[in-house]
């Protein structure tokens, strides 16, 4: 059975870095792209980055470029999301996601999805 679980959120001053990863099991996902969205409180669940597993193409909000990165490890069963500089307002849940096509900034383009991990930026 397919399934994505997310992990490395916590509470981090501004300024600092954090590393969020997803582990996915489930054959479906080697032809999929992976995607990171993330939730603010009562905000709409926004697209992040995504990236295909087979190239490792990327593709990310034009906002978020050169502070966050997101890559694939090496055994392609977990993708990161590195983000540096971080600001009270990237306080969200982040959520690992999967979709068919590629790429695609939509949610309704993604038919897995994790459960979320908190990631908390202090001023």
């Known amino acids: 059975q397919e399934q994505l679980v997310e992990s490395g959120g916590g509470l981090v001053q501004a300024g600092g870095s954090l590393r969020l990863s997803c582990a996915a099991s489930?054959?479906?996902?080697?032809?999929?792209?992976m995607g990171w969205f993330r939730q603010a409180p009562g905000k709409e669940r926004e697209f992040v980055a995504a990236?295909?597993?087979?190239?490792?193409?990327?593709h990310y909000v034009d906002s978020l470029k050169g502070r966050f990165a997101v890559s694939r490890g090496s055994a392609k069963n977990t993708i990161y999301l590195q983000m540096n500089s971080l600001k009270p307002e990237d306080t969200a849940v982040y959520y690992c996601?999967?979709?068919?096509?590629?790429?695609?900034?939509?949610?309704?383009?993604?038919?897995?999805w994790g459960q979320g991990t908190q990631v908390t930026v202090s001023s």
């Open positions: 996601a999967a979709s068919p096509r590629f790429p695609s900034s939509w949610s309704k383009d993604y038919d897995y």
């Open positions: 489930g054959r479906a996902f080697s032809r999929y792209a």
């Open positions: 990236i295909v597993w087979t190239t490792g193409r990327t």
